[in-house]
């Protein structure tokens, strides 16, 4: 063989090489969405639906249950592995939460939904019943639904090639038959009230410096009295944003009973964020038709950018995704009905079933899984460090059969004087695949309501100097 040919195979080799690594690199990455991804139906009414998206939707509120609709479809022409998506809920703050904090989680195929005039349009029709506290205070929180499938991104010799994408969706729970946040008992109580309905922040996330436009829709509830002399202030005790214009204050001339308006005015956010739920306090003044005064307040939470997020762009693809239709020993309910740890003789059982994304021939035996606490979770938890292998087992479901997962599960000693609340623990999983170690987190809610209030230690204690790190992802309305 001539050097001439050597030299051309040894070039062609080179060329494969370069091709199988961009292909398999592909296979294996995960991008956010910016186009070609799933789009709201904002034009169309879906069972459990007050409005289309375009009108203003607000998740309806009933039997201590917020029903959350949200109709995704594809834009554009894009195939989605066995066209189903993962979606799962993430709450803003876990603090004055109306929400009885659970994991939800569930797969969502694609349907074909009759619209009118014997239309049909298919749609990722995604539904989750968050329940409700019994004592939950009144206001408007933000709810960020996180959507997680494949989609095709060419064919190759070898098979097609998929890309993971990741979307998140915020909608907002308003909460109009609570208790009055601010505690208000004195003022008459009569039929002349301000609703606050609806709230819109543009940007939706708001970074360090950014001006933002925030659009709120008040209600006259009353059924026969109109309300004038209306102003509408606005600030944040912080400093974390100030108003742009108007000093802060809107006037209104009248609105009529049961009719709304719209209010717009913009504030820019500091160079910083130096806590973890900021909050714009609308302060409402205004007459009835015989003079009497009235004042409401309301709360607008601002989610806010985190100062250590990267930008979008390529991440690593996850190796694992919860299983979420089974109930396992140990747990009560499986995460796509809302999962909560157990609590019993001072230990939370933290249950996680993993199913692997890889091939057969990558999956992993077995993972290494670890236990991360947050700050100020001393309070709660017996500060220890938690860590175990774990193999791919068949393991019994409640519900009948088997189902072959990776079953993390620890018991984390929890403090015999503990606060309550809602605290996140993040479980680390880690292990080697297709060559390299990888690493995926999962945050799981441990809810406490045996133990201490925490506006008792508030009062015997000093103030912790410690500030947080979790910054929220929201907009509310309390």
């Known amino acids: 063989m001539s050097n001439k040919i050597k030299w051309l ?28 991804g799933l789009i709201i139906d904002t034009e169309n009414i879906y069972p459990n639906m007050n409005a289309p998206y375009q009108d203003g939707y607000n998740p309806k509120v009933e039997d201590n249950k917020a029903m959350i609709v949200l109709p995704l479809y594809q834009d554009g022409v894009q195939v989605i592995q066995g066209e189903q998506i993962t979606a799962s809920v993430e709450y803003g703050a876990t603090t004055d939460t109306p929400f009885v904090v659970k994991q939800y989680e569930k797969k969502i195929s694609s349907i074909a939904v009759p619209l009118t005039e014997g239309q049909m349009k298919m749609v990722y029709l995604v539904n989750f019943d968050l329940d409700l506290k019994e004592n939950r205070k009144n206001g408007t929180y933000p709810v960020n639904i996180r959507i997680h499938y494949k989609k095709l991104n060419i064919e190759s010799a070898t098979g097609p090639l998929y890309i993971e994408v990741e979307q998140v969706f915020t909608t907002y729970i308003v909460i109009n038959d609570g208790v009055d946040p ?164 001072d230990k939370a059982t933290v249950i996680l079933p993993l199913i692997s994304l890889l091939d057969e021939k990558d999956k992993m035996k077995d993972l290494t899984a670890s236990v991360e606490f947050g700050e100020l979770h001393n309070k709660v938890f017996q500060m220890k460090t938690y860590e175990r292998k774990f193999s791919l087992k068949s393991l019994d479901t409640k519900e009948g059969g088997k189902q072959s997962v990776y079953g993390i599960r620890f018991e984390l000693d929890l403090q015999k004087e503990r606060m309550n609340g809602v605290y996140p623990v993040t479980i680390s999983v880690r292990g080697e695949a297709e060559g390299q170690m990888r690493e995926q987190r999962f945050t799981i809610y441990v809810i406490i309501e045996d133990g201490l209030d925490p506006e008792d230690e508030e009062e015997e204690e000093e103030p912790s100097p410690l500030t947080p790190k979790i910054i929220l992802k929201a907009c509310d309305i309390t």
């Open 182 to 345: 601010n505690g208000n008992t004195n003022q008459p109580q009569e039929p002349v009230t301000i609703l606050l309905e609806h709230c819109q922040i543009n940007p939706e996330i708001v970074g360090p410096g950014e001006t933002f436009q925030v659009t709120a829709q008040i209600k006259n509830k009353s059924k026969t009295k109109p309300i004038s002399n209306i102003k509408v202030s606005y600030e944040n005790a912080e400093g974390t944003f100030l108003p742009t214009t108007n000093l802060g204050t809107l006037y209104l001339e009248r609105i009529e009973a049961e009719q709304s308006v719209s209010v717009e005015f913009s504030m820019k956010a500091a160079s910083t964020f130096t806590i973890n739920q900021p909050k714009i306090l609308l302060t409402i003044e205004y007459e009835d038709d015989k003079g009497t005064k009235y004042t409401d307040t309301e709360s607008i939470y601002v989610a806010i950018q985190n100062q250590e997020e990267e930008p979008p762009g390529e991440i690593p693809a996850n190796i694992f995704e919860i299983e979420t239709k089974y109930t396992y020993e140990g747990m009560e309910t499986p995460y796509e009905e809302g999962y909560v740890p157990v609590i019993k003789n």
């Open 9 to 36: 195979l040894h070039k062609i080799l080179i060329v494969i090489l370069i091709l199988s690594s961009m292909a398999n690199f592909l296979s294996h990455t995960r991008v956010t969405a910016a186009s070609g």
